[in-house]
């Protein structure tokens, strides 16, 4: 993974001590708060429903375990509100019927990001400087800035990598930090590089896309796609270059975000995405972006063209750790390996978790993060700890936050993995249901966030509960159920296969769900925003509409088909009437517990 540099640490530093001095001038009140405010924000605190939330960037979702520690320090540490605050917050939980605010925590985010919802704001400038200790922040992670850049959580090591996208992450990462012309750009804008054959990065659904790619002369170079997103209205970007050569890539990036900050909506919120833009004006904005881009090469010098020398360095940190064969050969075999080989629960643990690794001798092993009791990518300050220290033990001290909020190890030696398995098992980590239908992906929704129009964590519980039995999920097999608690779409509930989506009805929650989306990877097929099925749900009823629609699943699916394509296969129909024919069935039995509840009253009268 990437080494900091002295500039780098510099770098931190310096933008530490400059909150430090924000923060202070504010709290005194010489800063006023809506001053304070986007300089907040540009260092990743935000002020939510309950308290203020910190989000820390994890570039392109690599982590040391020095640096998970870190985190798990500021867990036990600093999320920790004041007991009127979070006494305050429990009782309006209490009266929409939850209490699920746990502190002492940080949720892995869909971004590759790690959040806090409980520290407090005249804390944040020591937890800057300790994250700063261990070459974290929290820079852009927010604010209508260039955010945190993405990748495939198993870039580097996928069996069917192209090219490593990693380099290419970490120079764009640090040509977009603190970028003057962009620091205030219509809106947020979110970059993702897939290098891999399989596009499981989510590309398509991002502001600008990136497929690393070899042209007919066998070059590097970089498909540019422009114009995706989620939100208000789910977008899939358009390609605007079939290749790019890979040293001019922060060139065109310039001009694409150039014609956006010159052109992008700044009257209407809900319009000033670069979709919109893309949208509106079809292939003039291409047109521009091109005009742009020659500009900047053939008057501006190219200024931001990447020398080889460049690439190189940064590329030097991207290589296997250099203990890695050392560890291979002094990996002891464990007392009762073959007992475990045997194991049923072990061979699903194998099929679901762990998968291949361009070397050979070694596999990616996927923490699950989905457990009863926890909300989707939750992870206390122990837990946190204890998957550091599986890192540290299994996997050279490294660690990726997915897409899918849970933690993967990297480099773990093959001939390890009964060992992993049950240490992970006595952690916790070692469910086998990744990519089944209980790896639910859920934004914190109407519990933290202010934003949110419903809860999302309770739906994500009550379809976790009823979906236990490992015989039923492997049975279903691969389904991506993705949850929001609003249109933000941080859930990313429209390329789930189903989506559901938080509504707000009368001051009231509801669900709308969505039935055949796709993030663009193999299983699910070209990146699609899902259909909505029908008028939404009440929360009482969306599990039961679950549990429908795959119960339609299972009535009209040919052998070995996927949920998704079945769906594609037979269309929304039989999978609409399932999902009416369950909200009529619920509401008929809660009339029956009325009336038997009536009765039961009257007695006690």
Not at 71 to 98: M, N
Not at 154 to 168: K, S
Not at 188 to 210: P, T
Not at 333 to 342: K, M, S, Y
Request: aromatic share 8%; with cysteine; net charge neutral.
């Amino acid at each position: 993974m990437y080494q900091y540099t002295d500039f780098d640490r510099h770098f931190v530093r310096q933008r530490a001590a400059q909150y430090r001095d924000q923060l202070e001038r504010n709290l005194k009140g010489d800063l006023k708060d809506d001053e304070f405010r986007p300089l907040r924000l540009q260092n990743g605190w935000y002020v939510q429903r309950h308290a203020p939330m910190l989000r820390v960037a994890v570039p392109y979702g690599e982590l040391a375990s020095r640096q998970l520690r870190a985190l798990a320090r500021i867990a036990r540490e600093f999320d920790q509100p004041a007991a009127g605050v979070y006494a305050t917050a429990t009782q309006k939980q209490a009266e929409l019927g939850t209490q699920h605010l746990p502190t002492g925590y940080g949720h892995f985010s869909t971004r590759q990001n790690v959040q806090f919802n409980w520290i407090p704001l005249h804390k944040s400038a020591d937890v800057m400087d300790l994250l700063a200790d261990v070459d974290m922040h929290g820079i852009q992670t927010s604010g209508n800035c260039i955010r945190n850049i993405t990748t495939d959580a198993l870039a580097g090591i996928a069996a069917d990598e192209l090219i490593d996208p990693r380099p290419y992450c970490e120079i764009m990462r640090q040509w977009s930090s603190l970028h003057p012309e962009f620091a205030h750009l219509p809106r947020k804008f979110k970059i993702a590089v897939s290098g891999a054959a399989e596009d499981r990065a989510a590309v398509a659904w991002h502001d600008i896309g990136l497929h690393l790619r070899h042209n007919t002369f066998g070059q590097v170079g970089f498909k540019v796609l422009v114009g995706g997103g989620m939100g208000r209205t789910p977008i899939i970007a358009s390609t605007i270059r079939e290749f790019l050569p890979w040293h001019q890539i922060l060139n065109y990036l310039e001009a694409v975000v150039r014609v956006y900050n010159r052109w992008g909506r700044r009257d209407n919120l809900y319009k000033a995405r670069i979709k919109i833009l893309v949208k509106a004006e079809g292939p003039r904005f291409t047109e521009e972006v091109e005009a742009e881009y020659q500009d900047i090469v053939t008057h501006d010098g190219a200024p931001h063209t990447i020398p080889q020398v460049e690439l190189d360095r940064v590329y030097a940190s991207f290589v296997p750790p250099a203990h890695i064969h050392k560890a291979l050969a002094a990996s002891p075999n464990i007392a009762g390996q073959a007992t475990v080989r045997a194991s049923a629960d072990y061979q699903r643990w194998l099929k679901q978790n762990v998968k291949p690794h361009k070397n050979p001798t070694l596999r990616a092993v996927t923490l699950s993060f989905k457990r009863l009791g926890y909300a989707p990518g939750d992870a206390s300050a122990q837990q946190m700890d204890r998957a550091a220290d599986l890192a540290e033990e299994f996997s050279a001290g490294e660690l990726r936050v997915t897409h899918e909020q849970n933690l993967l190890l990297p480099w773990v030696p093959a001939n390890r993995l009964p060992a992993l398995w049950l240490a992970a098992r006595q952690a916790g980590f070692a469910r086998a249901n990744i990519g089944l239908l209980t790896d639910i992906i859920a934004c914190p929704g109407g519990d933290f966030c202010a934003l949110a129009n419903a809860r999302s964590i309770p739906i994500a519980e009550a379809i976790s509960q009823r979906y236990q039995d490992l015989d039923e999920l492997f049975d279903l097999g691969e389904i991506d159920l993705h949850i929001s608690g609003c249109m933000n779409s941080c859930g990313h509930h429209h390329s789930g296969h189903i989506g559901i989506l938080g509504v707000d009805k009368d001051g009231r929650e509801w669900y709308q769900v969505s039935l055949g989306g796709s993030d663009g990877s193999t299983l699910s097929g070209n990146a699609v925003p899902g259909k909505v099925i029908g008028p939404s749900f009440a929360a009482s009823e969306v599990t039961d509409v679950v549990e429908a629609l795959l119960d339609a699943y299972r009535a009209q699916r040919l052998a070995g088909e996927t949920f998704i394509n079945t769906v594609r296969r037979v269309g929304l129909g039989p999978f609409q009437t399932a999902a009416h024919a369950a909200r009529h069935e619920t509401a008929d039995a809660g009339r029956v517990l009325h009336v038997h509840l009536a009765s039961a009253d009257a007695l006690v009268d």
